[in-house]
């Protein structure tokens, strides 16, 4: 497709249930970064890919969540035990270049995910 | 923890009123950008600054980076309601590709 595309957009999820977030970021990208959004603050970085080689994971709240890109393009951010302090918007963006380059990034329309 | 702090975080004026959106860290930034995003999307670009002092102008947007490349300005020159959304300011550093984003300033131009 010509942007980047997430789903679900929307998930809803028992306490303590598994999710998984797919992002397809626009073809030939290089780098793909997920961000977290709560309601009305700006985005809090999550983890970085360039290719299929996860560069930057410090963002990551907690070892429940875990982000994979294999084939360096699909990416899935999945969340394991999920817990009410987790509902937020999860934001996937991709960039044409790699590391070192700050040029544009190009958002999904993110997957809103609540907890219950 | 975010790096940058905007102000106001709520901004509300009539439409043809000017207003200013602040973005302030202490650390330096080798580029910053500046997103508006809508209710349901992602955000959008609307300029990369990248020389300490540079002025860009993007018709009646304004943006400014300052002179330690530190902190930054977006004025907005007789406010339409299209122009409602999330501002969010967003910092590099160094060779690191990842963005730091600031706290938001939500905006509402009422007709």
């Known amino acids: 497709g010509a942007g980047v595309s997430q789903s679900p957009r929307y998930k809803v999820a028992k306490r303590g249930q598994d999710v998984a977030l797919r992002c397809d970021p626009i073809?030939?990208?290089?780098?793909l970064f997920w961000y977290q959004q709560a309601l009305g603050q700006g985005p809090e970085f999550l983890t970085y890919?360039?290719?299929?080689?996860?560069?930057?994971k410090s963002g990551l709240p907690s070892d429940r969540f875990f982000a994979e890109r294999p084939e360096g393009s699909v990416s899935t951010l999945k969340i394991q035990r999920t817990q009410q302090e987790d509902s937020a918007v999860y934001l996937c963006?991709?960039?044409?270049?790699?590391?070192?380059?700050?040029?544009?990034?190009?958002f999904g329309e993110g997957s809103r995910l609540t907890v219950l | 923890t975010q790096l940058l702090e905007q102000s106001p975080q709520f901004l509300s004026i009539q439409e043809g009123e000017n207003l200013t959106v602040y973005c302030n860290s202490s650390?330096?930034?080798?580029?910053l950008q500046w997103y508006r995003q809508e209710p349901g999307e992602g955000p959008v670009l609307l300029v990369t600054?990248?020389?300490?002092?540079e002025v860009k102008k993007l018709k009646r947007l304004t943006f400014q980076f300052g002179d330690a490349r530190k902190d930054s300005s977006l004025h907005i020159t007789a406010a339409q309601p299209g122009d409602t959304g999330l501002y969010l300011c967003?910092?590099?550093?160094?060779?690191?590709?990842?963005?730091?984003f600031g706290t938001g300033t939500r905006l509402t131009v009422i007709p």
């Open positions: 073809s030939g990208h290089v780098s």
């Open positions: 650390s330096v930034f080798s580029s």
């Open positions: 967003a910092g590099a550093q160094g060779g690191a590709n990842n963005l730091f």
């Open positions: 963006a991709s960039s044409l270049g790699g590391l070192g380059y700050t040029g544009e990034l190009f």
């Open positions: 600054v990248v020389t300490g002092g």
């Open positions: 890919f360039q290719n299929e080689a996860q560069l930057d």
